[in-house]
Each structure stands twice: as structure tokens, then as C-alpha cells.
């Protein structure tokens, strides 16, 4: 079974939450003209990418390509670039800094503690993530209050130093996000037929099991307290709404 087939479930407000989400994008755009989406290349992030496409709005797409991603989720970086005919900018970490982490502590030191495994990502994420938003007034990403307990308040608009950041589907349920993939027919990655909600890092995602929680393949090892890399650690800073349109 597809995941379309599992999880095709709009609710009753589908129709106005996807009218809102464009509004959004389009007025976030109006006031921060410098935009660029963050992609995990998750169904979340492809929903997001088709949302900035109908919305008509300017913005980068980007990828942070760790060193250690999936097969199934970089094949989706040239579908994205085919569908709407733009690049999508790819970052990867320091080759220096891999290296020597790696010699100093082994390809498995995610797996030793979570100082190591947030060193980790600090590595092949947060310092890729720096350069890929220098210069940028504000980046889009895919986050969903029904995702975690860590992100069940996020806000659609949140002023982080230097920029805003701006999650569209914060109200959207996983049913909403496959019902829109489905009617818009769009390239979705593989792993998400193979029971793999969220995924990340091959080395630290998982499938989950039924009654699982969403999140609970991403680093399975750890306490919940721990779970994120540090891309999405809430709150970063104040509720910052957009002006209406006058």
C-alpha cells in the first residue's frame, strides 16, 4: 500500500487552509523579498515547494546535503528541478571538519552520546544551514504543529535574529499533506511507502511500527527531550505577524 492510499485524509478545512497557506506565502513575500525554502526533501517540504510555486512568489529552494542521506531522498533533488524548471542549491558540509570528526570519533559516533550525535549535525547541518541563508531576509520550512510535542506551538511566522522564519502548513494534519500530493500528483519520496514519516540522516532514521509515534524513528536511541538537530529548536524567537493587505 501507497502512502497515498494510508494516508489520504483531508479534513473538513482542507480547501481553507491551502488558500491560507498561499496568502501567507505571498504576503511574507511582499514584506521579506529575499526568500529561500528549506527542503528536506520530506512530503512536508514537496507539499511547501508546490504551495511557493502556486503562490507565483521569488524564493530559493535549498537542500542540505549531509554526506549520509538516502539514495531515495537525493534522486528527488532532479524531479524538483525538472517539475519547475529552476535549481535547487545544495550545501554540504566542510570536508575538513567531516573528516576529522570522523577520525577522531568513528562513522558511528551519532550512536556514542548525544554530544557526539549533535556534534554531528552541528557539522553537516548547522554550519551548511548558516551559509545557505546568509544574505536572506527569510527561510520557509515545512514544520507542522502535529508533528511533536517539541513543535506543537510553533508559530506560521517566528522572528529569528537576522530574518524571519515562515512555516506555512504549521496547521495542516498528515492526511492534508498527502491529500494535496495526491490531487497535485507530485513526486514524493520513496521511503515514505516503506512506513518512514520523517526522515533525516540514513545512519539516524528509521520506519516506525503502527501506534508509533511520528517522529519516533528519528534517533529511536535517544530520550524524546533530545529529539531535534537544532535546525528547528523552539521558541528562537518572537511571534512575528505579517501586515494584512490593506
Not at 201 to 229: M, Y
Request: charged residues 25%; proline residues 4%; aromatic residues 8%.
Amino acid at each position: 500500500m501507497s502512502a497515498i492510499d494510508l494516508y489520504n485524509k483531508p479534513s473538513a478545512d482542507f480547501d481553507a487552509k491551502v488558500a491560507n497557506s498561499i496568502a501567507l506565502l505571498q504576503r511574507a513575500a511582499a514584506q521579506y523579498p529575499a526568500l529561500t525554502q528549506a527542503s528536506s526533501l520530506g512530503a512536508e517540504d514537496i507539499v511547501v515547494t508546490h504551495l511557493i510555486h502556486l503562490a507565483g512568489i521569488s524564493s530559493g529552494v535549498f537542500v542540505l546535503d549531509t554526506g549520509k542521506l538516502h539514495a531515495e531522498t537525493r534522486a528527488l533533488i532532479g524531479l524538483i528541478e525538472k517539475r519547475y524548471t529552476r535549481s535547487v542549491e545544495v550545501y554540504r558540509p566542510k570536508n575538513e571538519s567531516v573528516i576529522k570528526f570522523v577520525r577522531h570519533h568513528g562513522e558511528k559516533a551519532m550512536y556514542d552520546s548525544i554530544e557526539l550525535r549533535k556534534q554531528c549535525c552541528d557539522i553537516r547541518k548547522m554550519e551548511p544551514l548558516a551559509r545557505a541563508l546568509a544574505g536572506k531576509d527569510g527561510w520557509i520550512t515545512g514544520l507542522r504543529r502535529e508533528q511533536s510535542n517539541a513543535r506543537a506551538e510553533v508559530a506560521d511566522i517566528v522572528q529569528e535574529p537576522g530574518r524571519v522564519k515562515i512555516s506555512p502548513i504549521v496547521e495542516w494534519t498528515w492526511g492534508d499533506v498527502w491529500h494535496f500530493i495526491a490531487q497535485h500528483q507530485l513526486d514524493y519520496n520513496a521511503l515514505h511507502d516503506q512506513f518512514f514519516p520523517s526522515i533525516g540522516c540514513e545512519p539516524c532514521t528509521r520506519a516506525i511500527s503502527v501506534g508509533e509515534d511520528f517522529r519516533a524513528g528519528r534517533w529511536w536511541w535517544e530520550q524524546e527531550s533530545a529529539k531535534e538537530c537544532g535546525l528547528h529548536v523552539e521558541p528562537i524567537g518572537e511571534t512575528s505577524p505579517l501586515k494584512q493587505p490593506a
